[in-house]
């Protein structure tokens, strides 16, 4: 930034970590690879963890399972190669002839930090082997000499990069915060610390790099975490607002006589859970300012219904509706299920995709700004379409998650907003649901149609192999179709294809030579995936090979069997993703994954999916185990990720910043109180571009 500033403070702050004191240009590289070019960034660079050497005790005094610190020398550094990436690094250590010690499994690299005849520190929980103490993959710091005394403290521990030594970072960190904390600027108001319990942020700040005890660094870390997700919530607010409360729209109200108009239309009755989201969507729909909602069920939970039902509303209210789906097939799919609700109905419904005529698209175009077509079902091609309405009352999202970054505003008649509705099939936890679509409100189908018939999962032994295949080929033979899943080799999706394609290759030249096979995945045109959907949906194709990027929301009810290999190199939910293929007709579906599980993690996540074939709690269960720090989606969603707050760990405090940033937008909007002036500049810096809330006004 080259604006001048008028806030010395922040000048101070701003001084390039090279000109600290023991710094130079050779260490403010390797604290760049730390994402640390400033005295503002190191201040704000968190411990990730701290050693509290109060308790050190002789290694004579351990008791099994009771966790512990202990100082002592490195005695001897034994490394051993058990199996490709598998490793046991074992450090003895002595202190007054008694000795421990300790391991970990498949680290090598830790190898480098422990020189014979050093001094360490080392907490975790002690074990009897034998007749030696052991410590398991244990918190481990190397002294050093300038360390001498270190009684009554705890220790920070910092993230570290390669060239940079953990009592180095702590010096650095703690000249710094002496040095310029001072110039931190309080963004929260005193009235509000006060309310809310919260510590101010010069002590915040030393508390959390060097705590007097637990509860001061309790406190430290509270006000910072709470901090970051009250800035978040505040950003989801004012979003929040901005598309909503300071909008308009048409009201779409529904009576009694419009509702049993559409009901007539549908041919089942509705569950409970869809009664219940029809509900939520109709209250918001009456209102004369945008609905912005997201409806989330499970794959084949019927929320396209609901989402007709909200249509059809917009219809009977005199205004058009419009709905985009990530893919052709799944737009006509939309479009022939609608086709038929409405055969008696004097409804016109177009549909608009990427392979209409210039001609075509020109009298559609025609139509939909005439009002003649009142519903319009399309894909991503609307948006490049510069679509004129003449009354867009409501805009559906399907299966939102496929378009990626939040795109919204496109479809947009003049002069009023409409009314949204955003559906995925991809159950988020509710913290995450919280803090990515936070502007949001939320609907949720929990509960499956009836009738609908299990899947049944099973983990492959290799063992077990031929026998699966030959039920599969006895499933295939019956008549019915089956999926076949190659294992995801990176992110990239060449990899992938390439995998898809080596296992076309074995298949077709062994288990499944008989039948009619084809390949699918992202390198692929968009002509020859259509068309081999196409094929498959028609039943000209017996089994699919594919990537994880099976096509979305394709309800093929015939396909009943899948093989999935490297079932370990999946999360959860995408694997509940896959298993959505084969659960969607009134047939029972069958599941083997292969897998070789490396980590109790990834066996536990097998597990999981083949006992529960609930996706919320199969995605709750995810994310717990993908353990703190994981930073779902945010940056998928082009968010900057979160520093200190962990959305399962401190899912209370998430609560309370998101009560508390509603209330405070509800009464000031636009943050435009004096009071809140520092805390408002934090918000629009921070999420300002990805949030589109704009830019600092
Ligand atoms: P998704 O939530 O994945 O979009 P769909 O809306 O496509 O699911 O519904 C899946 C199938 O379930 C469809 O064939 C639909 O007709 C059927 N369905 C939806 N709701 C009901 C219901 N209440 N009773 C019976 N069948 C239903
Ligand atoms: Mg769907």
């Known amino acids: ?81 058990t199996g490709p990436g598998r490793s046991i690094l074992g450090v003895l250590i002595r202190s007054d002839d008694q000795y421990l010690r300790a391991v970990w499994f498949n680290q090598p690299f830790l190898r480098r930090r422990f020189n014979e005849g050093t001094r360490v520190l080392l907490s975790g929980k002690p074990t009897m082997n034998g007749l030696r103490w052991e410590m ?39 000249l710094t915060v002496e040095e310029y904390r001072k110039e931190i600027e309080e963004v929260l108001p005193q009235s509000f610390l006060d ?22 660094k309790a406190a430290a870390q509270r006000r910072f975490i709470y901090q970051e997700l009250l800035v978040l919530q505040l950003a989801l607010a004012v979003r929040r607002y901005q598309l909503t409360a300071s909008r308009h729209s048409l009201p779409i109200p529904i009576d009694g006589r419009i ?29 004369d300012v945008p609905m912005n909602r997201m409806l989330q069920g499970d794959v084949g939970s019927g929320k396209t219904i609901v989402a007709l039902y909200a ?26 299920t609608l086709g038929k609700l409405l055969a008696q109905a ?41 679509i004129e309405f003449k009354q867009l009352g409501l805009v559906v999202i399907d299966e939102q998650h496929k378009f990626g970054v939040r795109q919204r505003g496109l479809l947009r008649s003049a002069g009023l907003d409409p009314h949204y509705l955003v559906m995925t099939a991809t159950p988020i936890p509710r913290t995450i649901a919280m803090s990515l679509f936070g502007d949001l409100d939320v609907s949720s189908i929990r509960e499956a149609p009836p009738g609908r018939q299990p899947v049944h999962t099973y983990i492959g032994a290799e063992e077990e192999r031929e026998k699966w295949w030959e039920f599969f080929r006895k499933k295939l033979r019956e008549g ?33 030579e008989e039948f009619r096979l084809r390949l699918l995945h992202g390198r692929m045109s968009a002509e020859e995936k259509e068309e081999t959907m196409r094929l498959f949906n028609d039943g000209e194709i017996q089994t699919l090979v594919s990537t994880s990027v099976i096509e979305v929301g394709v309800d093929v009810p015939n396909a009943v069997v899948m093989t999935i290999e490297g079932g370990e190199r999946f999360g959860l939910a995408q694997l509940h993703q896959l298993r959505g293929r084969i659960s969607r007709g009134s047939h029972a579906g069958f599941l083997c994954i292969f897998a070789d599980p490396k980590s109790d993690q990834s066996r536990e996540r097998l597990e999981a999916l083949a006992k529960s074939t609930d996706g919320f709690e199969l995605a709750e269960l995810d994310f717990r185990l993908r353990g ?68 600092l006004a």
């Open 480 to 512: 019915r179709q089956g999926y076949v899943v190659a294992p995801l080799v990176d992110e990239s999706s060449t990899g992938d294809s390439a995998s898809a394609e080596q296992l076309m290759e074995s298949l077709s030249n062994g288990e499944l």
């Open 311 to 336: 249509m059809l509303a917009a219809v009977a209210a005199g205004s058009q509706a419009a709905m985009m789906a990530p893919t052709e097939v799944l737009a006509r799919q939309h479009a022939r």
């Open 136 to 174: 398991a993959h244990p918190i481990a710091d190397v002294l050093e000499e300038a360390q001498e005394e270190i009684g009554g403290k705890i220790l920070p521990i910092y993230p570290l990069t390669e060239g940079i030594r953990q009592g180095a970072m702590r010096r650095l960190v703690h």
């Open 346 to 386: 004097q409804v016109k419904v177009g549909l608009l995709t990427g392979t209409l005529t210039d001609r075509q698209r020109r009298e559609l175009l025609a139509e939909v700004a005439s009002g003649e077509v009142q519903l319009l079902i399309g894909t991503q091609a609307m948006i490049a379409s510069q």
């Open 628 to 695: 703190p720090g994981d930073l779902f989606g945010f940056k998928q969603h082009g968010m900057p990720p979160l520093r200190i707050a962990d959305l399962q760990r401190d899912a209370e405090l998430l609560e309370k910043a998101r009560t508390d940033a509603r209330s405070i937008i509800a009464a000031d909007p636009a943050l435009a109180d004096a009071k809140w002036e520092k805390l408002r500049r934090m918000v629009f810096i921070r999420y300002g571009k990805s949030l589109e809330i704009g830019d």
């Open 195 to 216: 309310e809310h319990g919260l510590m101010p942020v010069h002590h915040a700040i030393q508390q959390i790099h060097s705590p007097d005890d637990h509860e001061s």
């Open 1 to 81: 930034m080259s604006t001048p500033s008028a806030n010395p403070s922040l000048e101070r702050l701003r001084t390039p970590v090279q000109y600290l004191k023991g710094v130079g240009p050779h260490r403010a590289e390797k604290l760049a690879r730390l994402n640390i070019f400033t005295a503002l960034d190191l201040l704000f660079f968190f411990p990730r963890d701290y050693q509290d050497v109060r308790d050190v005790i002789p290694i004579a005094q351990l008791v099994e399972d009771e966790p512990a610190s202990i100082i002592g020398i490195v005695e001897e550094v034994t490394l051993r190669n």
């Open 259 to 287: 509702d049993d108009r559409i009901r007539r239309l549908i041919p089942f009755e509705l569950t409970e859970a869809q009664n219940q989201a029809v509900a939520e969507v109709t209250q918001d729909l009456a209102r």
